[in-house]
């Protein structure tokens, strides 16, 4: 079985610029999560979904970050404009109900310079 | 609010050694649930194990260990005959059942196995 599934697994790109992470879950599991890890903050949650609905966004950093559910099988979290403190590893997670075990993709590696 | 406190950043063992990876947690729900997960060199990060918070019984997996105790809120990790390919960040996290599915995670442990 697929995992989850994260693209791209590396982005570069100049401040100012539009970054755009896409997340695909585990098929079946009807939770998203989207993570943040730095070595400043560690692992931070920023935002989660529950059949497609964001349920929790207080992690969001700033209005310059948002994030979509259209379909039970895709997410995207876009940044727009990038600044370099936005360099970090993103995650995306998921899970068959809120309260179990979240189950992550590779992540994506941004560098924002 | 939640919490969770590992307070060995970097642990290094030969090859063989057991080794236990701390992890104290702080909440005021009753319900609650505690994960492990491991992130080796290439950054993924692997579901270990979810305990919830009514089921205090130890768990083993392998050359893997769990002992969870409410009563010093701690949920500690031992690994028995330590290998190279044990060498990983080890993240202990926290769920509480009324913060929805936040989880919190702990400042990770740096586990190098030498040769």
């Known amino acids: 079985d697929a995992g989850v599934i994260q693209s791209p697994r590396h982005e570069v790109t100049e401040m100012g610029q539009e970054v755009t992470l896409r997340c695909k879950p585990i098929?079946?599991?009807?939770?998203l999560f989207w993570y943040r890890q730095t070595m400043m903050r560690g692992l931070e949650l920023l935002i989660y979904?529950?059949?497609?609905?964001?349920?929790?966004d207080s992690g969001m950093p700033e209005d310059r970050f948002s994030a979509k559910m259209p379909n039970a099988s895709f997410s995207t979290l876009k940044i727009q404009p990038s600044e370099p403190r936005d360099s970090a590893v993103y995650f995306c997670?998921?899970?068959?109900?809120?309260?179990?075990?979240?189950?992550f993709g590779p992540g994506t590696r941004l560098l924002v310079l | 609010a939640q919490k969770v406190t590992q307070a060995q950043t970097e642990i290094s063992v030969v090859e063989k050694e057991d080794v236990t990876l701390d992890c104290v947690y702080e909440?005021?729900?009753?319900?609650?649930?505690l994960f492990w997960y491991k992130q080796p060199p290439s950054g993924e990060l692997v579901f270990l194990i979810r305990?919830?918070?009514?089921?205090?019984q130890n768990e083993i997996s392998g050359r893997y260990s769990w002992n969870f105790q409410k009563s010093t809120s701690s949920f500690n990790f031992t690994i028995t005959a330590s290998q190279v390919v044990d060498s990983a960040v080890y993240f202990c996290a926290l769920s509480e059942e009324t913060s929805g599915s936040r989880l919190t995670f702990g400042e990770g442990t740096q586990l190098t196995v030498n040769p």
């Open positions: 997670a998921s899970s068959s109900n809120p309260v179990r075990s979240q189950y």
């Open positions: 979904f529950n059949n497609n609905v964001p349920i929790d």
């Open positions: 098929s079946g599991h009807n939770s």
């Open positions: 305990r919830n918070s009514f089921d205090e």
């Open positions: 909440t005021r729900d009753t319900t609650y649930y």
